[in-house]
């Protein structure tokens, strides 16, 4: 028996989301990563699906069952996440949720790493792409809709705004992920909506009491509805 059918405001729209964390190869047996679970950015993508959108969610490693109707592409380093964002574009809404990995090691070991007498092995970090600013600045392909999630533990707004004037995406949700709040990992967050003014484009924050992340995910999907 069907009941009565939910409303599908996001019918005929193309969603993409980034989740979890991003591993970044030292030698076949290490890696660097870090505390993301994914679950804000499952939990969005399965608001988005309830709501009728087509969603791709493009997650790093992580702990979680795929979400039901949802196009899942698996991937593990920053530049593997770059590339499935890419091939998943065109979309309406692009929603970056993930903790990508900032660096990587210059040169991956082909063999694992040995201890030796000369003492402990130099690791050089590179940057890693940085794909919500990539993603922001395409010209063609630009999603007309581009969301970042500001990670911060410390000056959480002055940061988020600093890197929202820096990114070019159109909103920014900042976190505070500091260890006493067990965002990263737990099933809450406590989160502040940036978005531009029309008039002069001033940032203007509005902030959330604490909910949990499917909450937070069912607040994005209305402002974003
Ligand atoms: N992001 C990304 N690619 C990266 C780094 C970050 O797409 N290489 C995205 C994240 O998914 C998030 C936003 O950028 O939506 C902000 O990530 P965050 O780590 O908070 O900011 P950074 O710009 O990396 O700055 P920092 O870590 O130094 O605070
Ligand atoms: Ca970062």
Same mark, same amino acid.
């Given at each position: ?8 405001p996001?019918e005929?729209k193309?969603?993409?989301v980034?989740a ?6 030292i ?14 950015g499952?939990?969005i ?14 997650s790093?490693p ?5 979400p ?8 593990e380093s920053?530049?593997?996440?770059? @590339?499935?964002? *890419? ?6 809404? /692009?929603i %970056?949720?993930?903790?990508?990995? !900032? &660096?990587?090691?210059a040169?991956e070991g082909a063999?694992?790493l040995?201890k030796t007498?000369a003492g402990m ?6 940057e890693?792409?940085d794909?919500?600013a ?11 809709l581009v969301?970042g999630f500001? @990670?911060e533990t *410390? ?6 705004? /600093?890197k %929202?004037?820096?990114?070019?995406? !159109? &909103?920014?949700v900042?976190?505070?992920v500091?260890?006493?709040?067990g965002v ?6 406590t989160v502040?909506?940036?978005?531009r003014?029309?008039?002069g484009?001033?940032i203007?924050?509005e902030s959330?009491?604490v909910?949990?992340?499917e909450d937070v995910?069912?607040?994005?999907? *209305?402002?974003?509805?």
């Amino acid at each position: 028996i069907l009941g009565p059918a939910r409303p599908q405001p996001l019918e005929g729209k193309r969603v993409l989301v980034t989740a979890g964390p991003t591993r970044e190869p030292i030698d076949p047996v290490r890696y660097i990563a870090n505390r993301s679970s994914g679950k804000q950015g499952f939990a969005i993508a399965a608001a988005a699906q309830a709501a009728g959108a087509e969603v791709t969610l493009i997650s790093g490693p992580v702990d979680l069952d795929d979400p039901a109707g949802v196009t899942v592409a698996h991937v593990e380093s920053a530049r593997e996440m770059l @590339a499935a964002v *890419e091939a998943a574009l065109p979309a309406d809404i /692009a929603i %970056f949720t993930a903790a990508v990995a !900032d &660096w990587r090691v210059a040169h991956e070991g082909a063999q694992k790493l040995k201890k030796t007498a000369a003492g402990m092995p130099p690791l050089q970090l590179v940057e890693n792409p940085d794909i919500l600013a990539t993603i922001s600045k395409l010209r063609d392909t630009r999603p007309p809709l581009v969301i970042g999630f500001a @990670a911060e533990t *410390e000056h959480l707004i002055d940061n988020a705004r /600093a890197k %929202f004037a820096r990114k070019g995406c !159109d &909103w920014m949700v900042a976190n505070d992920v500091s260890p006493g709040t067990g965002v990263m990992g737990g099933d809450r967050n406590t989160v502040h909506l940036l978005t531009r003014d029309g008039v002069g484009d001033e940032i203007k924050a509005e902030s959330f009491p604490v909910m949990t992340k499917e909450d937070v995910a069912a607040m994005l999907i *209305e402002r974003i509805v």
